[in-house]
Every structure is written in C-alpha cells, then in structure tokens.
C-alpha cells in the first residue's frame, strides 16, 4: 500500500486557472516536500514544511501542512504553461528516521 | 558547494545482463543516500537507502541490490536483468543533521531500457 496517497493522479487545467494537489498520510509526517519534474528529467525542488499550520509561498506556489502534520496542499494560483510537469510530495515519516518516501505524482497539463 | 553525479545518464541493455549504476556525491561527507525507480510519468518507488557506509535498507524485495562501499558512493546492481527492471533510475542525498530534516538532493538519474 502506498505510505503517501497523492490527489488527483492528473489534472488538466485552462491557462489562468486555479488548482490544488493534495497529499495525505495516515502517519505523522515529520518532514514534508514538494519537488517538480519535468518529463524525463531530475526533480527540482519546490519547498519544504516541517511545522504543523506552517505554509510557503514561492511565486504563484504555495504549500501548507495541516495542524496534524497528516496532510499536505500545494496550490498554484493563475497557472501558467511553464507550471506543466509532474508534482511529487515526499516526507518522512519517522521522527529521526532517514526513511524517504514519495507520492505517486500529480501529472498536471496546462491548456492555452 | 555539494554535487551528485549519476551515470550513465541512459542505458539499453539485454535481459539477463547485470548491471551497475554509480552515484556519488561530492563536498559533504557521511550523507543519507538514497536509491528511487519512477515508472513513466509516476511517482519514486524508494528501492533502498543508506545512512553509513555498508548499511543498506531495502524497501523492495527484487531482482536488485546496493551497495555502499566509501561513503559518499552509491551503486545499485543486478545480477541478471529482467524486463520489468526498465525505468528511471534517480539517487539521492541529503544532509544527516540530527533531527533536522534538510533538503533532498537528486541526481539527473539514468534511463534503462531492458531488451
């Protein structure tokens, strides 16, 4: 069974518009991370969030973990074609464990 | 400044063949190392880590294996490839700071094709 349960598996979105990839898991996430990748090549990494209620922004992303450290948001705002690609959340998922674990990715198309 | 350096970047290779990838990291020393397999377009199947020299984890009873011989090295091997090895291999590292958790550093990862 997957540890991180990433939603939707796919999305496709008009060009301006809004979206929102979640990321849950039914263990305590101690440290989570959201990492973009375009098709075929290496994950460039988007943010880190450690603090239950702790969110960041970087340009149009923005990402929150909830009180409970059980889930994990990522929202782009007026979406842009350069936002195309996959959206991977990884976390940890024991405190003080090196253990790195990934969602199943959000492959997300940005229609003109 | 600290780098990974994965190789080769693709490669075919028949069933039955062994394999060997490298990945090593430069400009840190006693990182976590970590070994991940992406099938097309989907998310990182975590194949093994490593938090020391000769201490591996293995998340996924299969046809590879890993090794960490010096510590900023990383290979992963195969005796005799199967078909369903195929895919995009990626390593990983990141910094080992007490309970801190740091970013994770990814390799440009190899492409394999089994024929």
């Known amino acids: 069974s997957q540890e991180l349960e990433q939603s939707p598996q796919s999305l496709i979105v008009q060009e301006g518009k809004n979206l929102t990839i979640n990321c849950t898991s039914s263990?305590?996430?101690?440290?989570l991370y959201w990492y973009k990748q375009k098709y075929g090549e290496g994950l460039i990494f988007l943010m880190m969030?450690?603090?239950?209620?702790e969110e960041k922004s970087h340009e149009k992303i923005t990402a929150k973990l909830d009180e409970k450290k059980q889930q994990s948001s990522l929202h782009i705002t007026a979406s842009q074609p350069s936002h195309a690609g996959i959206y991977l959340c990884?976390?940890?998922?024991?405190?003080?464990?090196?253990?790195?674990?990934f969602g199943q990715g959000t492959r997300l198309t940005i229609n003109p | 400044s600290q780098t990974i350096h994965q190789w080769p970047a693709t490669l075919v290779q028949p069933v039955g063949s062994p394999l060997s990838l490298e990945c090593t990291v430069e400009g840190t020393s006693n990182p976590n190392l970590y070994w991940y397999r992406q099938a097309a377009g989907r998310g990182l199947q975590l194949l093994f880590y490593s938090v020391g020299i000769g201490q591996i984890s293995s998340e996924v009873p299969q046809n590879l294996s890993a090794s960490r011989p010096q510590d900023r090295q990383f290979i992963l091997s195969s005796k005799k490839l199967l078909l369903s090895d195929s895919g995009f291999y990626l390593c990983a590292w990141n910094p080992r700071i007490g309970l801190m958790n740091t970013e994770a550093f990814f390799g440009q990862g190899t492409r394999l094709t089994v024929v």
């Open positions: 263990k305590t996430l101690y440290g």
């Open positions: 990884g976390a940890l998922l024991i405190q003080g464990a090196q253990k790195l674990v």
């Open positions: 969030l450690q603090k239950g209620g």
